[in-house]
Each structure stands twice: as structure tokens, then as C-alpha cells.
């Protein structure tokens, strides 16, 4: 008998606590106008509760993004990798290969930039469901850093700053590219990344943009799936290129040409035309990537 | 006797076939006549001529004599050992090189000294010494008990594996990353003309040897106590298989990376062919084996230009399906 009237009592009470439920969601709904919703590069949706104003990035090249266009503290960490600017060593250091998610969780960020290829996708959705957004970025040109920063600007609400930074960096780009515009007999440049497989900087990636501004062209023509392929000597021999980068030409020749002294009768090496450009300013997309032009603008016509 | 002469012919003939295949697959574009004109009117000023004599022909001949390398030496351990899960491995040498490897990779000693790239001397240093542990455990009261051996070689192994492991999560770079996943799949990328005559002349000799320890090798499958009795010196014969083995096997792991399979496979291939004591075995083996290797790496440029699929990996995917074919025909059987 008891258990009929207990029965009978939660009829009343069932349809109250739907109630109480549908009202939260109301309550939520109501939030739900005051959020963010932001579209990374990557048309992932991100729906942020507030204005973020604790970041950091996973990425080296984003984190020097971030200096230049946001408030220094609006930034709460730093990675391992990250150098650039000095300043950045005052922050607290965070694990991101393996994300170390406590330590994240505990720096309570609003939004962790990061760039496509840095960071996989399910760490993303990880960290996603732990209550932290992540923000892909990717780069093709040297454009794309421009609308990069000026994202970044956008979201956190600095987009004056950003603006006045891509302005003069657009137009130092600009003078550049006017500067070796239609040059005849394009040299190729081959830069590689790594000797033994031999790994270079393949078409899809940001130097074919930067020696394109600077009248040159990356020697490897050929679009891989890969950003940075793998060749064999053959494929080098053939592509015979006018400059190498990669590294001095004593570096050089104690690592890759002492592997493949064949690849000695490449013009590259014939005519002494190797160089070593500054690793972080040719691998990351950052604002100082008009450094990284002038650098290579050096190498190119010394 | 015909059948085995036949087979002999016919793998060389097919070896030489895939050699002049081979001899065309590259990123320079090459007809037959060029490849003539390449080998008999050599012109050093022209690439393309260069390409095929000096990057072509010796990353083939690397090939050959590697496949033929541990198709040879895995024949000589499953005799050994007397078990047909044997492969040349089993001492050791494939996971020695790779430490030796790793050790240069990263940044222990330095890539070259002198001119001369270290990792496949590191790595022949670590097949060597990770192998006479190896025979050392697997040695008692004067004489190598295969069991021993066998089970010293898998622990060892595995413990250097894990050596490896841990200096590749420990390791700071990509690049280094790359050179070893690289590296422990295989390749014949690094041929040249100074490296080719190592591995050949290993095999070489070795070859040689054998043709006098045939009979030795078939009385071995008997078991050690028929062996003896029929007036086989077991003890002997073994040591000289273990040093034959090790020197093979180190040279070629050292320069192409330890691929697998073809030591595993090659050998029932052969005896598939010709019965378990076939007299033309051992020559046959390295014969199939370096022209499987041959077709194996013309597929890996083939499919996937120009860098090619890492040679270990289509060993075993074209290896395998084969080898499991092989178990299930019902007239083979390890020892004949």
C-alpha cells in the first residue's frame, strides 16, 4: 500500500522538478545571448561565455602574435618552445607535448590559440570538454599572418592595435615585393629542413610566399600532401637549385654533403651559395616575419 | 637436379629484369636507350647519367645484396635453431643497430667524423655488441645451446628496444624523430659506391663458405644427437653459422636499416620450392631474397614518388599475405 501512495506522491512531484529543469534551461538560454561564438580558420565553432581575457598559445609563432597585438597580461603562460619576446620567460611554463591538462586547467584560460598542425584535433576537443576553447590558425601566405593578427585583435578586443601593426607591416611587404617585382630568371631556392631522411620546405608552405615577394621561387615546384616532403638525392639533383638553405656550408658539409657528396654537383653548392637562415624566423609565422624577408633578401642578393 | 638449376637460371634472369626496371623509375626521365647510353658512353658532365650510375645502380645493388643478406642468414638460423620461426634477428642485431643509431641521431657523438658518417658505423658497432651478448648468454658448458640462445636474443632484444624508446620520447627535435622512425623502417636511400662493397663482400665470402657446409647445415635439421652421430662436429658448425650470421646480417642492417620479413620468409619460400635439404638451398635463398628486396623497392618508388614508401613496410604487406598462403599449403612442411 505504502508504495502506491509514494507512487501517487510523485506525480506531483515529477511535473515540478520538469518544471525547475525547463526554467534552468530558460535561465541558460538567457546567458546563452550574452556568449561569444567565434569560427576558428579551421570552421570549427567555438561558443566562448565572455570576452576572453586570459589566453596563451600552444604555438611559438602565435605566442609572439599574441605580444605584439594584446596587453601583456592578458597573456598567462608560456610554452617550452616559446623564446620570443624575452618577456615571455616571465610567465608560467606549461606543458603542451603532452598537454599537461591540470596544469592548463589550473591557469584557467579562456581561450588557448594554436596553429593547424601544432596541436591535434582530439587534444582540442579534449581540452573542449573540459571547459576551454581551443583557436585553430593557419597560414598559407604571408597575408595570412596579416588577418592572423588582426583576428587575434578582434577577439580580444584590441583591434586598433592590430590594425596599426598590419598596416606598417603590409606595407613594408609591399615595398618589397615592388622592390624584385618581375625579376627574369627567378632563382630557385631549396631550403631543407632536415638531412637524413632529406626533408624540405615544400610549396604549400609559407617560404614559396616570402621568396615569391622577394622575385624568387622555391625550387620545389611540385605540391606534395606533405607541407614539408621528403625527397631522395635524385629529386635534388634534378631540381638543381641556385640556392640552399639549411644551414652554413661547413654545417653542411660535415651533415648533408658528407651524406650525399654526390649532391656536391648541385649549383648551389658549386657556387657557394649556402646560408643558414635564423631557424625560428624561417619555421614560424610570426610578426616578425619582414625580419625573416629581410634576412632571406640578404641571402638572396648578397 | 634440372629443377634446381632451373630455378637458379631463372631467379638470376629475373633479377637482371628488375635491375634494368629499376634502373629507369627516378625523377629524372629515362628511356632504355638513355640507361645504354648511361652505362657505355658515360658522359660524368651529364645528371642525368650520373643519376643512374652513381644513385641508381648502387641503391639496386644495395638492395640485392641486402635482401639477398638476410634471406641467406635466416635460412642459416632456422637450420640452426632447428625451428622455422627463426629469423637473423633473433641474436640481436636488428634492435644493437638501432641503438647504435639512435646514439648518433641524437646527438651523443657527433653525425661525421673525419668525412665519414657515422650511424651505420655506430650501428654496426651496436650489431656486434648487442649479438656477442647475445652468444655469451646463450653459452654454456662450451658449447651454444639454441634454446638458450633464442630466449637470450628475445630478452636482449627487448630490453634494447625499450633503450631506443626511451631516448626517442626523451629526444628534444622532430627532426631526430624523423631519422629514427626513418631509419627503423628501412632504406636503401644512402647507397653509394664507397658503402655497396661492405655488404657485398660480407655476403661474399659467406656465400663461399657455405658452399662447403651444405651437407652439414641438412644433417643439422636431423637433430643434434642424429647429427652427431652421423659424425657432424654440431659444436663447430654452429659457432660458424653464429659468426657468419652476425658479420651478414650486421653489415646489412647497418646500411639499409632493420627490414623485416625477408629473413623469415625467404627461406620456406625456398624450401617450398625445393624441399627442405635441397643441395642449391642457401644459393637459391639469396637469390630470391635479393631479387624479392629488388621488386619490393621498384613497387616503393613506384607507388609513392619520389621519397618511396619506407622498404620494411612492403616487405611485410606483400611478405606476409604470401607467407600465410605458404602455412596453409598443405604439402610444405619445415622439414621436408
Known sequence: ?302 | MMRRGLYVILALLLILVVMLLGLQVGSFDTGAGTIFDAIFHYNPDNTTHFAILHLRLPRLILALVVGASLAFCGYLMQAMVNNGLADPYLLGTASGASLGAVIVFFGFVPMTVAGVYLPPVFALVGAFVVTLVVVMLGYRKRQIIPAQLLLAGIALSSLVTAMVGLLTFLSDSEGKLRSVVFWSMGSFERASWEMVPYPAAALLVALLLFAFYQKQLNILLLGEERAQALGIQVAQTRWVILATVSVVTGFAVATSGPIGFVGLIIPHVTRGLLGATGRGNLLLCAFIGGLFMLLCDLLSRIIYPPAGLPIGIITSFFGVPFFVYLLFKKNYNFRG
Request: aromatic letters at 10%.
Open chain 1, 1 to 302: 500500500m505504502s508504495g502506491i501512495y509514494t507512487l501517487r506522491q510523485a506525480r506531483f512531484i515529477l511535473p515540478a522538478i520538469l518544471c525547475l529543469l525547463l526554467f534552468g534551461c530558460n535561465q541558460r538560454q538567457k546567458q546563452a545571448k550574452e556568449t561569444l561564438v567565434l569560427k576558428d580558420d579551421l570552421g570549427r565553432e567555438l561558443i566562448l561565455q565572455k570576452k576572453p581575457e586570459r589566453v596563451f598559445s600552444f604555438a611559438s609563432s602565435l605566442t609572439e602574435m599574441l605580444y605584439a597585438v594584446l596587453d601583456t597580461s592578458t597573456i598567462i603562460a608560456r610554452t617550452p618552445t616559446d623564446d620570443y619576446p624575452a618577456a615571455v620567460y616571465r610567465k608560467p611554463l606549461v606543458s603542451n607535448y603532452p598537454v599537461d591538462y591540470e596544469q592548463v586547467l589550473a591557469l584557467k584560460p579562456d581561450l588557448i590559440f594554436t596553429v593547424e598542425g601544432i596541436t591535434p584535433l582530439e587534444v582540442a576537443e579534449r581540452l573542449q570538454q573540459l571547459g576551454v576553447p581551443v583557436y585553430y590558425q593557419k597560414y598559407r601566405t604571408v597575408e595570412d599572418i596579416f588577418t592572423g593578427l588582426e583576428d587575434i585583435g578582434r577577439i580580444m578586443g584590441r583591434k586598433q592595435e592590430a590594425k596599426q601593426l598590419t598596416d606598417s607591416l603590409r606595407q613594408e611587404v609591399a615595398q618589397l615585393r615592388q622592390k624584385y617585382k618581375q625579376r627574369e630568371n627567378p632563382l630557385q631556392v631549396l631550403a631543407i629542413t632536415w638531412s637524413d631522411p632529406i626533408y624540405v620546405y615544400g610549396q604549400n608552405t609559407i617560404l614559396s610566399d616570402k621568396l615569391r615577394i622577394l622575385g624568387a621561387e622555391n625550387a620545389v615546384q611540385e605540391v606534395f600532401e606533405q607541407p614539408y616532403p621528403a625527397l631522395t638525392r635524385e629529386y635534388v639533383l634534378k631540381l638543381n637549385p641556385d640556392v640552399l638553405l639549411g644551414g652554413t656550408k661547413e654545417e653542411l658539409e660535415e651533415s648533408f654533403f658528407s651524406l650525399y657528396p654526390e649532391l656536391r654537383r648541385i649549383k648551389a653548392y658549386q657556387n657557394n651559395r649556402i646560408y643558414k637562415p635564423n631557424d625560428n624566423l624561417m619555421s614560424r609565422p610570426s610578426p616578425r616575419v619582414v625580419e625573416s624577408l629581410r634576412e632571406l633578401e640578404g641571402f638572396l642578393y648578397p
